[in-house]
């Protein structure tokens, strides 16, 4: 804090200039000089004693808004109390810094004239200038040293652990082949095992290539191998007479009784006549296999 005396200009405007022993004086809290950056805001202090019969003419104050290329005054307030022999005025003015120098600039704040008037005349008072200090954001000329020079690449991103995430997607893989293995056995292994399972397919798989004039023992494991596969599809031992109750707990063998009872009749002459067999015996035995599979599987 600094207090200088201000330059006083007496002006007399008419009459004679007359000696007063209350004379108009003035002092400044000035700011500090350096240390500004553009934004920064300095605040000047004026303390103006005013004798008895005098007052301060408002028009000569300075008007806020008020700008250079440099500084603005932004705002102006005053405060009045008693003084000996006067008035004690202060004033507060407030300026903002506009420049943005490339380096250390001082500018300065403007002088300016305060006017007052009484007993018949007029006085001015003169507010010198007051310098001010003003430095750039970031020096012109940066140090070479790393981190200081040219500007940084930009860091990789962080990396995100995902292993939670591929663990979720192993246990859901892992139950949609699960289900999709069910499905499969379910849709298609089981009716695939089931068909292949099935007594008459079994039984046509290997008659089918039962030639016509096959031997007898070939011909008479042919009608064992249809035997076993009746007795399958029954659940007991098939007969001659017992073909009705095998057709009624069998409805889709109904189209085939007739070819049932010829099958019996054919097998008891092949087992214990002792003419020889019909010579499309084979023939008949394969054909009568097919029937009987595609009744099986619902195609007849």
Same mark, same amino acid.
């Given at each position: ?138 020096? *012109?000329?940066?140090?070479? /040293?790393?981190?200081?020079? #040219?500007?940084?690449? +930009?860091? @990789? %991103?962080?990396?995100? !652990?995902? $292993? ?95 070819? *049932?009872?010829?099958?019996? /009749?054919?097998?008891?002459? #092949?087992?214990?006549? +002792?003419? @020889? %067999?019909?010579?499309? !015996?084979? $023939? ?17």
């Amino acid at each position: 804090m600094r207090e200088r005396l201000v330059t006083l200009a007496l002006i007399a405007c008419s009459g004679p200039v007359l000696a007063a022993p209350d004379t108009l004086h003035a002092s400044t809290v000035e700011p500090r000089a350096f240390g500004y950056h553009v934004g920064d805001t300095v605040e000047r202090e004026l303390i103006v004693h005013i004798p008895d019969g005098f007052e301060l003419d408002e028009a000569s104050l300075p008007r806020p808004g008020a700008r250079g290329k440099a500084l603005e005054l932004q705002g102006v307030s005053q405060h009045s109390t008693a003084d000996a022999g006067g008035t004690r005025l202060t004033l507060q003015l407030r300026y903002q810094v506009f420049m943005a120098p490339a380096e250390v600039r001082t500018l300065e704040i403007a002088p300016f004239s305060l006017g007052f008037k009484g007993e018949g005349r007029e006085q001015s008072l003169r507010v010198d200038a007051w310098p001010v200090t003003v430095s750039p954001l970031v020096p *012109l000329e940066v140090s070479p /040293r790393e981190g200081l020079g #040219e500007l940084r690449p +930009d860091l @990789p %991103p962080p990396l995100i !652990d995902t $292993r939670a995430a591929q663990h979720r997607l192993l246990a859901y893989g892992a139950v949609l082949l699960l289900c999709l293995a069910w499905l499969a056995q379910v849709y298609l292994a089981l009716p695939w095992w089931s068909r292949r399972k099935r007594p008459f397919a079994s039984a046509w798989r290997q008659l089918n290539h039962l030639p016509p004039d096959s031997p007898a023992p070939a011909r008479r494991a042919a009608f064992q191998r249809l035997h076993e596969a009746l007795n399958l599809t029954a659940g007991e031992v098939v007969f001659e007479h017992g073909v009705d109750r095998f057709v009624a707990a069998q409805p889709r063998y109904a189209t085939l009784r007739d070819e *049932l009872l010829a099958f019996f /009749r054919q097998s008891r002459h #092949e087992f214990f006549a +002792d003419a @020889p %067999p019909a010579a499309n !015996d084979g $023939r008949w035995l394969v054909e009568f296999c097919r029937k009987c599979r595609d009744a099986e599987r619902g195609a007849a």
